[in-house]
């Protein structure tokens, strides 16, 4: 059985996002570090101190608040999170549309193609050159266990390619099976696939984020594990 349905719903464009929170903090005094990874967050040595040592390998910074906003790598300076947040390995893919999603026919909505409720594949059109953005759920029983268990890491550095390989099968045969040129063929030079590439997400035991402060250590703030929204 098949079924379709259409809600409201919202879309954003992470880059453009970002691009204008840290515009936004800068404007109002923010000092932007790049390059310059926190190594160890510790309580002022001083016995009625409140202050926090937040130690770089460009210097120490001290500060009365301390915000973590580092999702799935949080555990790294809140050990406690470890067995809590889970880092992850998305994937998403994106293709250059045939003439039949180009132009006045670009997509107006992002849509999901779901079998389940952990196996589904998402699409979304960017309306500035029509790029198609395919992206994949993290479960899916058609794919090898190598494949599956290979998703549990900090290591962004590549894609798997069976994983690709599934996305693009679900684009060619369900999303659009009409989507081949009439009459047989092959479409021209530029369509179709056009580059993949990963993150990492951080999944929570209840598929709940991490947003307030952090247990016992007062000053010190946690917001991380939205479990793949951004990625």
């Not at 693009?168 to 580059?195: C, M, N, S, Y």
């Not at 991490?210 to 010190?220: I, K, R, W």
Request: charged share 20%; aromatic share 8%; proline share 6%.
């Amino acid at each position: 059985m098949l079924a379709a349905y259409e809600w409201p719903a919202a879309s954003i464009h992470p880059a453009k996002l970002v691009q204008w929170l840290l515009n936004m903090g800068i404007d109002r005094g923010v000092t932007l570090f790049t390059h310059c990874p926190v190594s160890k967050v510790e309580r002022s040595p001083e016995i009625d101190e409140k202050e926090w040592h937040v130690h770089t390998p460009r210097g120490t910074v001290t500060a009365l608040t301390v915000i973590h906003c580092t999702n799935a790598y949080a555990s790294l300076l809140l050990p406690q999170l470890e067995s809590h947040l889970t880092p992850n390995r998305a994937q998403a893919h994106s293709l250059i549309p045939p003439p039949e999603l180009s132009g006045s026919k670009t997509l107006t909505s992002t849509f999901s193609l779901r079998y389940g409720l952990k196996h589904f594949y998402s699409l979304i059109q960017r309306h500035g050159d029509g790029t198609l953005i395919l992206g994949v759920s993290r479960t899916n029983p058609t794919l090898s266990m190598e494949a599956l268990s290979g998703t549990v890491t900090f290591d962004d550095g590549r894609y798997n390619e069976e994983i690709l390989e599934d996305a693009l099968k679900q684009w060619k045969v369900l999303l659009f099976p009409g989507e081949e040129p009439a009459g047989g063929g092959t479409r021209i030079h530029g369509e179709g696939f056009d580059h993949a590439w990963t993150g990492i997400i951080g999944m929570t035991d209840d598929s709940v984020p991490f947003v307030g402060p952090a247990e016992g250590l007062d000053g010190q703030w946690i917001c991380a594990g939205f479990c793949g929204h951004g990625m």
